[in-house]
């Protein structure tokens, strides 16, 4: 089976759309109901209408708005037609500037076609234009599927007989050949076209409330960044980003937390120069589950400023976004303490320094070391240490065992009570503890605390608490110990299971590291999954692809791969000497003193049990070379 393809249906509502809007329902549903010429027959004709412009114009199915296709031009055209358009503006045209055409008394279900119908619906074409049989019937048919051998010109002729078409009626007011700058092989494709492809070039409907919850779903930008174009279609769970030092990953976590909260974290993305010929663009879809239409928010060359979305279809759902310099930046829908306004316009967004995530920042968060001394404190009000020491365990480094959380302590110089945790050598005031000890705890909180906030906001707003949680993770390992590199993704995508039972995780994380994407291997799902690789191309232009993830075993596996590109891993001169071995081994002129020197030069650089040895000693011995 085949369908029409988004281009051709585009195209079909580009020719039709200089048409009047008779041709829009009126006229087809009095055709397919075979109503006669020249007497009337009792028909409901404003319900007939009401269920096909349902049927063929209602295109968002969020919305009870139809789509407008014909009369498209002009200063007053708008995108959508009012859910009541049958029953008055098409009313209206019938009963008035189109009566000549019908037969039809005032006030009665009554209706018939007069018998020089076909001259007066002449005289609403454009000049020397009729209507192509074609693209009415490419946009009346845009989902009904056909089977593989059909031509454009068999579906015409079914377009036809299903509205009983005459000769008369072809002859003066359709025309019949089929005029496309569309080919017949790409007129069609093997699925049905997504409803979000046809209304691509228009407005959200009026009546399109935001929905909720919201995750990443697409990310485009152009003109702006390394990669140009840059697509990112994010799994709904993992996402991993890889590749070398200033390709992009920072700037595509960057990009991410602007989708979703239409908000900067610090310094706004922008084009590298000014181009009048093109125009910067960040194109982004937040997805509920369901499908939703991509926004396209452009730079302005004048303002050098990037444009606000005029209406988002979907909002985010909680968005937790770790910097790589210590700070965070949170996003809660319903937080109005984040921005300090009770206003309808509050951006429920801020970026908290490094400083006012331990310190706190005055009526906006009180702070690690008060909140966790609190909790702590008065655990039989305060609930949330319960979760705050299971997050820790969680994501404890394996060296030392589950992080144990002690008494809180004075020390020299502080006028309060700091945390504890309990090592087995003793117990460490936090603020004494491990860079990697103190990023972890302060990721944990900063989690905790905003879901806390989160639930006493919902409910002081008798609002639904949110069913999805957003993390952005820049340089995952930085300050982790190897071992505990190799845990933190299965440990932090069972975060979301100390929250709530039913709160979903979707984490974008970006890394360097082998150990941390080894990591992924006991819990990767291609099905919600997915990872992506930064790299230059053979002609030195930033490349941004999905890759496959397979299960490597070592991380010198992974460190060989694509994604790392360490061909033989270990210092710098250890890989240059093998390099320098094997163009040996493939050389077809080699001397003994040759093999001898690089023998030694291997001596010197690789261990005992080097596995290059195998193949290395083989060929020496060729030589009378003895290792």
Not at 212 to 239: K, M, T
Not at 434 to 461: D, F
Request: aromatic fraction near 12%; charged fraction near 25%.
């Amino acid at each position: 089976m085949k369908y029409f393809t988004s281009d051709q249906i585009q195209e079909a509502i580009k020719k039709l759309s200089s048409h009047h809007a008779v041709f829009s329902s009126t006229f087809f549903v009095l055709k397919k109901a075979q109503v006669p010429i020249g007497k009337k027959i009792r028909f409901s004709l404003d319900s007939a209408n009401y269920e096909f412009l349902r049927e063929k114009y209602r295109v968002n199915p969020k919305s009870d708005y139809l789509l407008r296709i014909f009369r498209q031009k002009g200063p007053k055209a708008k995108d959508w037609l009012d859910p009541d358009y049958a029953s008055k503006g098409l009313q209206r045209a019938d009963t008035g500037t189109c009566k000549d055409i019908f037969l039809h008394d005032r006030n009665d279900n009554t209706w018939g076609f007069s018998e020089n119908y076909v001259q007066e619906l002449e005289k609403f074409l454009p000049k020397n234009q009729r209507l192509s049989l074609f693209h009415i019937a490419v946009w009346f048919y845009k989902y009904e599927s056909w089977r593989d051998n059909i031509s454009r010109k068999d579906i015409v002729e079914n377009f036809i007989q299903d509205y009983h078409i005459t000769d008369a009626e072809t002859e003066k007011l359709f025309d019949y050949d089929i005029i496309s700058d569309i080919s017949e092989k790409n007129t069609f494709q093997p699925v049905k076209v997504k409803w979000y492809q046809i209304t691509e070039p228009y407005e959200i409907p009026p009546d399109v409330p935001p929905s909720q919850s919201g995750i990443l779903s697409y990310l485009e930008a152009e003109g702006v960044g390394p990669v140009d174009p840059l697509i990112f279609e994010p799994a709904q769970r993992l996402n991993i980003i890889t590749g070398d030092n200033g390709l992009g990953k920072t700037f595509l976590l960057d990009l991410s937390w602007w989708a979703l909260t239409q908000n900067w974290a610090e310094r706004p993305a922008e084009p590298f120069k000014i181009s009048q010929s093109k125009t910067p663009k960040i194109k982004f879809s937040i997805s509920d589950g369901s499908q939703t239409k991509p926004l396209t928010v452009k730079f302005s060359n004048s303002s050098l400023t990037w444009e606000k979305p005029e209406k988002v279809l979907s909002i985010s759902g909680l968005v937790i976004y770790a910097r790589v310099d210590g700070s965070f930046a949170v996003w809660d829908p319903i937080n109005r303490v984040l921005s300090r306004k009770h206003s309808a316009d509050f951006t429920p967004s801020i970026v908290f320094s490094r400083e006012e995530v331990w310190n706190g920042k005055e009526r906006q968060i009180e702070g690690l070391l008060r909140d966790w001394v609190r909790w702590q404190e008065r655990k039989d009000k305060h609930t949330v240490f319960d979760t705050f020491e299971k997050v820790l365990q969680n994501l404890s480094p394996p060296d030392l065992g589950p992080f144990k959380i002690g008494e809180p302590a004075r020390i020299l110089g502080e006028a309060r009570e700091i945390p504890t945790l309990i090592h087995p050598y003793g117990s460490v005031p936090i603020l004494f503890e491990s860079a990697g000890i103190k990023r972890i705890v302060t990721l944990a909180y900063l989690i905790v605390w905003a879901w806390e906030e989160h639930k006493i906001q919902a409910k002081q707003y008798d609002r639904k608490e949110e069913r999805q949680m957003v993390i952005l993770l820049d340089e995952a390992e930085a300050h982790l110990h190897p071992k505990w590199q190799r845990k933190i993704i299965p440990a932090l995508l069972e975060i979301s299971e100390h929250l709530h039972s039913e709160l979903s995780l979707q984490l974008i994380v970006a890394t360097h590291s082998p150990l941390v994407v080894a990591s992924g291997e006991t819990v990767f799902d291609p099905e919600k999954d997915k990872i992506f690789h930064l790299d230059f191309t053979m002609s030195g232009n930033v490349q941004f692809n999905q890759m496959n993830f397979e299960v490597r075993g070592t991380v010198d596996s992974w460190l060989s791969s694509d994604f790392f590109g360490v061909q033989f891993p270990g210092n710098e001169k250890r890989s240059d000497v093998i390099q320098k071995a094997i163009s040996l081994q493939q050389s077809d002129s080699v001397s003994k003193e040759e093999v001898e020197e690089l023998s030694d030069q291997l001596k010197r650089l690789l261990s005992a049990e080097d596995p290059f040895w195998i193949r290395w000693i083989i060929y020496a011995e060729q030589f009378g070379v003895e290792i």
